[in-house]
């Protein structure tokens, strides 16, 4: 831990929330961590949080009473609420409850961390846990919107097996990542506001097609550019909503993601966004193929001997459904061209063909470009206009794309 950063960005005194949820064992570490990179921390616990880990945990690992109650009188008596409202650099409630959420996206007051982050001016962040299908639901999605316009960032939640025996989107993130997102996410530059109170979706990453339980189609998009333009539009101010396919990577922060396997699970999140987007960035690798129908059970070698015969048909073209939404509903339509020759003709083909606004045109036979790697260049091509991007790293690049982005939506008539 001592090769992590200082932590300018965290502000040295940190409160950290935490609600009910089965994740709550591993804010003990979260807070260990936090102390390990010199921070302050004191620690708010919800009622039902104390049923998954004790205040005792948490005030040994931090060296200061743990808060549970509003009307604590002897609590009151030292530093009282409004107090510790005041005290805090960073509000951090990890894990965050479907419910708790709710409570504070409705500005509830109802108990001592609700009452704390509606009386405090800290940042705000939090990671949420719950659930698969819970965050899934639409009041969740609500509640979710509703907080980060209210200025909450929030971290994850990250995708994966779930203690309910589910699997999806719904963990919290690991408190490393939670520590890592918090100490170097990329403070905005002032007046950085460009793209504020415009809401920008990206797809981003690879597809995966099932063919049986145990094996998929997919590619090699690590995901890298299409979150590169979701940091680089958070940082311009916008609500950013990453449709991502299977990554490795963080969400970045103050970025809304919504994890999604296969290209009709993309499809279907991709066209229930964009009717309220004002840009959609096509970057995810869609598989343009699944198989006509998944086998129940794991193939056997057996059933192949004579050769094994798959037959696929075509996902939806994500984009030019998007592309094709009535103009009062179609957000600025911003596509990517990945090809290995004649990178301005087929660009070209595919900008008439899906009906796009714009594209961004990437050669991905070029050696350290393209596909896994961290640097990229790319042709930009509009109505009548182009612009070559040198190689150079992804976020640079996407900040060059989004500012693209920008100049056409200010160009075309409003909706
Ligand atoms: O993820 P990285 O490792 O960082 O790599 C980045 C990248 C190379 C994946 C990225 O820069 C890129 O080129 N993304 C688009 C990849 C692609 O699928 O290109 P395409 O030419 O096949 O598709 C054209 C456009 O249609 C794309 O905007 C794509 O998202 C979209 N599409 C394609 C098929 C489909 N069924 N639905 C779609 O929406």
Redesign the pocket.
């Known amino acids: 831990m001592s090769s992590l950063p200082a932590p300018s960005r965290l502000g040295p005194k940190v409160l950290l929330g935490i609600s009910a949820g089965i994740a709550a064992y591993k804010s003990a570490m979260l807070a260990r961590l936090l102390k390990q990179a010199g921070c302050e921390v004191r620690v708010v616990m919800t009622e039902g949080a104390q049923a998954f880990i004790t205040p005792l945990t948490l005030q040994a690992l931090t060296g200061e009473p743990v808060r549970t109650s509003l009307l604590d009188p002897e609590a009151e008596a030292g530093m009282g609420h409004i107090e510790l409202a005041r005290w805090a650099d960073t509000i951090l409630i990890a894990p965050a409850t479907a419910d708790l959420m709710a409570r504070l996206a409705a500005g509830m007051a109802d108990d001592l961390l609700t009452t704390l982050c509606l009386a405090s001016e800290a940042r705000k962040v939090m990671a949420p846990a719950m659930n698969q299908a819970m965050w899934a639901h639409p009041a969740t999605r609500r509640n979710a919107a509703r907080l980060m316009d209210d200025g909450w960032h929030l971290l994850g939640p990250a995708s994966g097996d779930q203690a309910c025996g589910d699997v999806g989107p719904g963990r919290m993130l690991e408190p490393e990542a939670i520590l890592k997102a918090l100490l170097t996410a990329p403070t905005p530059a002032p007046g950085a506001s460009e793209a504020a109170g415009l809401t920008v979706t990206i ?4 597809t995966r097609e099932p063919l049986d339980p145990v094996r998929y189609l997919s ?10 333009l979701a940091e680089a539009a958070a940082a311009l101010g916008a609500r950013v909503q990453l449709i991502s396919g299977p ?1 490795a990577l963080a969400c970045p922060e103050g970025v809304e993601r919504i994890t999604v396997e296969t ?1 009709l699970e ?2 279907e999140v ?1 066209t229930r966004l964009a009717p309220a987007s004002d840009i959609f ?8 193929y699944r198989a006509e129908s998944a086998a129940e059970h794991k193939l056997k070698k057996t059933e192949g001997e004579a050769g094994l015969v798959l037959r696929l048909i ?9 592309a094709a939404l009535p103009t009062a509903s179609r957000p600025l339509v ?6 290995t020759r004649d990178l301005e003709g ?2 070209r083909d ?1 900008l008439a063909r ?1 009906g ?1 606004d714009m ?4 050669d ?1 036979s070029r050696e350290g470009l ?4 961290d640097n ?1 260049a ?1 042709l930009v091509l509009w109505g009548d206009g182009q612009e070559n991007l040198a190689p150079q790293p ?1 976020r640079e690049l996407a900040d060059a794309v989004m500012r693209h982005a920008l100049a056409r939506l200010a160009a075309r008539p409003t909706r």
């Open positions: 797809t981003a990453g690879p590619n090699h998009s690590s995901g890298k550019m299409g979150y590169a990554v290209a993309m499809h991709a960035i096509g970057c995810a690798a869609v598989a343009d075509q996902n939806p073209d994500i984009i030019a459904s998007v911003v596509g990517f061209a990945a090809e087929y660009a595919k899906k796009l594209i961004v045109a990437n991905v393209g596909f896994g790697s990229n790319a992804k």
